[in-house]
Nanobody, 122 residues
Framework: QVQLVESGGGLVQAGGSLRLSCAAS????????MGWFRQAPGKEREFVAA????????YYADSVKGRFTISRDNAKNTVYLRMNSLKPEDTAVYYC???????????????WGQGTQITVSS
């Protein structure tokens, strides 16, 4: 089992920045690819970013490319999502996830955090 706890959410004005953190405990963190997903009200959960187990490779959704940066610190068992130039359409609950496959697909992630709310005001 892997337990994931997100933090860093909140309310921010459009154009602002936030950094989300996701702390992992349980099984060896460095064995897992990590992803960030988000879910807005009335919408399906969608992919945001992913990072390989060693941090060498990353994927981004087109909607966040150039604005968001995913990173990880395996020594601290933590994955981060730096979000710049935030837009109202980024408003959602953000979830981190861990899985054995470096992927954009939800079904490849076995473990999920409880989510943290990001609200971007215009």
């Amino acid at each position: 089992q892997v337990q994931l706890v997100e933090s860093g959410g909140g309310l921010v004005q459009a154009g602002g920045s936030l950094r989300l953190s996701c702390a992992a405990s349980g099984r060896t963190f460095s064995n897992y690819a990590m992803g960030w997903f988000r879910q807005a009200p009335g919408k399906e959960r969608e992919f945001v970013a992913a990072i390989s187990w060693n941090g060498v490779s990353t994927y981004y959704a087109d909607s966040v490319k150039g604005r968001f940066t995913i990173s990880r610190d395996n020594a601290k068992n933590t994955v981060y999502l730096r979000m710049n130039s935030l837009k109202p359409e980024d408003t959602a609950v953000y979830y981190c996830a861990a899985g054995p496959v470096f992927s954009r697909q939800k079904y490849n992630y076995n473990y999920w955090g409880q989510g943290t709310q990001i609200t971007v005001s215009s």
